[in-house]
Structure formats: structure tokens, C-alpha cells
């Protein structure tokens, strides 16, 4: 039997009626919607922080010159 605790109370699944069984199921797909959310969030902002990082990697090598890859005309 599952409970769910809301404004300090415990509720029992075992004694929701049907509209209050769709509701909790309802909260169950929400929760687990706010949580892939999270993770996603935190893969990207890694990601972001990584790219980052290359940008300031990139910026010390030294730069080529593209003008000079070209052949003289």
C-alpha cells in the first residue's frame, strides 16, 4: 500500500477512490517528469561547462594564419 504525505498528513492509496487514484497518478508522472527534467539540467549544464572550457583551451593554442594554406595567385 502506498501513502503519500501532503501537508503533513499521510494518505493511504489503499482508500483513494478513482478520481483520487488518477490525481496521485497524475503527481506520480509529475514527479517523475521534475526529475528526468533535473537530470537533463544537470547534463547540461556539465556540457555547457565543458564547452566552455574548450573555448578557453583553444584560445591558448596559437592561431594559424588560413591566408597562408592558400596558394599564391
Known amino acids: 500500500m502506498a501513502k503519500i504525505k501532503i501537508n503533513e498528513t499521510d494518505y493511504y492509496t489503499d482508500d483513494f477512490n478513482e478520481d483520487q487514484m488518477k490525481m496521485y497518478n497524475e503527481i506520480q508522472i509529475a514527479s517523475s517528469e521534475m526529475d528526468r527534467i533535473a537530470y537533463m539540467h544537470q547534463v547540461l549544464t556539465a556540457?555547457?561547462?565543458?564547452?566552455?572550457?574548450?573555448?578557453?583551451?583553444?584560445?591558448?593554442?596559437?592561431?594559424?594564419?588560413?591566408?597562408?594554406d592558400e596558394p599564391e595567385a
Open 47 to 68: 556540457r555547457r561547462e565543458n564547452l566552455a572550457g574548450m573555448i578557453v583551451e583553444a584560445a591558448k593554442e596559437p592561431q594559424v594564419d588560413d591566408a597562408k
